[in-house]
């Protein structure tokens, strides 16, 4: 599984973007998905997740404010974020896994290459 994120850029605060991540290589239909993130000098971070059947979960910092749906079809996720504020700002990545849902980076298998998300005045 290939997958390619897309959408980032430097935004205001209280903007809106629309991250993509497109798979390839195969159907990830099947696939827990995710997107994380990484600022400078922190570790990586989940950010949300979406089961095989449509099923979400959200870390607290984005609950009510970030959305993530996938399109099977395209076989693409996408994360749409909004009210952004200046400590959204990180690399996103998405990432896949075979079975459940994970909140721990490390239990992804594969990864894309990140689009950076700047927020600032």
């Known amino acids: 599984v290939q997958l390619q994120a897309s959408g980032g850029g430097l935004v205001q605060p209280g903007a809106s973007l629309r991250l993509s991540c497109a798979a390839s290589?195969?159907?990830?239909?099947?696939?827990?998905m995710a997107w994380l993130r990484q600022a400078p000098g922190k570790e990586r971070e989940f950010v949300a997740t979406?089961?095989?059947?449509?099923?979400?979960y959200y870390a607290d910092s984005v609950k009510g404010r970030f959305t993530i749906s996938r399109d099977n079809a395209k076989n693409t996720v996408y994360l749409q974020m909004n009210s952004l504020k200046p400590e959204d700002t990180a690399v996103y990545y998405c990432?896949?896994?075979?079975?459940?849902?994970?909140?721990?980076?490390?239990?992804?298998?594969?990864w894309g290459q990140g689009t950076q998300v700047t927020v600032s005045s």
């Open positions: 990432a896949a896994r075979q079975g459940t849902i994970r909140v721990v980076p490390t239990d992804y298998s594969y």
């Open positions: 290589g195969r159907s990830v239909s099947s696939y827990a």
């Open positions: 979406i089961a095989w059947n449509g099923g979400t």
